[in-house]
């Protein structure tokens, strides 16, 4: 099938890109926070909606990634990591290890910045954050994060679905 906006053919897609392509032409989502999320827009358009989808799903990836980091502490394992959403004045969210009630915290505005909290030691810094720009192409929505070898292992899969997507 050839899709006369972009060019591409259904073919030369991803399997990922491929189905959310499907799911922005239906509006039926497989995440239930898309399904929320969606559920604020009702008629956007199924091109914006291919965008957001796309951004939802590297961001997904992340704070997937970053909430199963787990170590082993006095022989049982921890979860290492929580996150705080900030979008733009406040934290929208707090100290939170819930994907779901991340993601629906998550595109309130044009800008957020997603804070990973240490688990074991609440009161110290974490290991960085990433900051989150909506608005342009999905792929890219992880515009910028902490520079130190924790953030970009915990960033890696998102990183590579981001360059799979783009």
Not at 6 to 26: D, F, M, V, W, Y
Not at 82 to 96: A, K, P, W
Request: net charge negative; hydrophobic share 40%.
């Amino acid at each position: 099938m050839h899709n006369a906006t972009s060019g591409i053919t259904e073919t030369t897609l991803s399997p990922t890109k491929a189905a959310l392509r499907a799911q922005a032409s239906t509006g039926e989502f497989v995440h239930t926070d898309d399904t929320l999320f969606f559920g604020k827009y009702p008629k956007m358009d199924p091109d914006l909606r291919l965008r957001w989808l796309v951004a939802r799903a590297v961001i997904r990836r992340a704070v997937h990634d970053i909430l199963a980091a787990q170590d082993t502490l006095d022989g049982q394992k921890v979860d290492l990591y929580s996150i705080t959403v900030q979008d733009g004045e406040d934290e929208s969210l707090r100290c939170c290890r819930n994907a779901g009630t991340i993601m629906d915290a998550i595109g309130a505005s044009d800008e957020e910045i997603l804070v990973v909290r240490d688990n074991l030691n609440p009161k110290a810094a974490g290991p960085g954050w990433i900051m989150l720009v909506h608005g342009n192409d999905g792929w890219d929505v992880l515009a910028d994060h902490a520079d130190n070898p924790t953030m970009s292992s915990l960033l890696a899969q998102a990183d590579a679905l981001a360059e799979e997507l783009s």
